[in-house]
């Protein structure tokens, strides 16, 4: 079947090699944003210059897709990596550049956990069941939640399901440590997502030393005549603590 956006001979899918500073990574074209999101380009990069943020630490990466930010946080030092996600293939995906190719691991079945090297992957329903985790803490936490606004009628559920979804965040985030959050939900403006943030924060008892806004990339362009490209926001919540510290 032809792709209006390919050209040439080459079968599809086919595998294209990338470079996002030092790592290397293989992704999947077609796929969605590039095969592995490139819109979140900004917050890997900040993470491998920035090595500081992941180093020595344990970090949980929810919604971690085909893990190519999981990777970029063992590339920057992390202790460990533990990346959850829903989707099976997307898993396998992500697997498949850790193991050898004779190796592969099956996530069909939810909630049991693989480790390889640094490694911990697991396939969970995050909208609903976190229990894979028990009480386990970590350092660094990013979450990174699909689209929760397709449309204009889903933003009060959208808002509600960041809050819950932040919520739960805290509660495996160790005392001292940062919170990344993520939305590519247009129909929440960014001072929105601000709010929804500092606000659950609060609601649960957290304070923060600072809040780091990352810029989009030059290729997603935010010009006034184009407020659709303000759609992606990454909040760095450094040094988180609750308030009874």
Known sequence: MP??????KKEIPYEEKIFVNQVQWKTRIPGQKGGF?????????????KSELARDRDCLHLF????????????????SVFSADGAKEALEEFSSRLLPEEEVLNFEKKNTIFTKGKHH??????FQDWGFLEDKKFSLIVLDPPNLTPNQASVP????AYRSLIAKALFHLEPGGDL??????GRILESEFEKI??????????KYKDLYKLRPEPDHPTRKEFPEGKYFKVHIYKKCEPLDQ
């Open 180 to 185: 990344i959050l993520l939305s590519c939900s």
């Open 3 to 8: 792709v209006r956006f390919l050209r040439g």
């Open 197 to 206: 943030g500092r606000e659950t924060l609060a609601i649960k008892g957290w």
């Open 121 to 126: 992957m697991v396939r969970a329903d995050l």
């Open 64 to 79: 971690s897709h085909t893990g190519l930010t999981s990777v970029c946080l063992e590339e920057a030092g992390a202790n």
């Open 157 to 160: 559920a959208g808002k509600k």
């Open 37 to 49: 999101f490139l819109d979140v380009r900004n917050l890997r990069s900040f993470i491998l210059e």
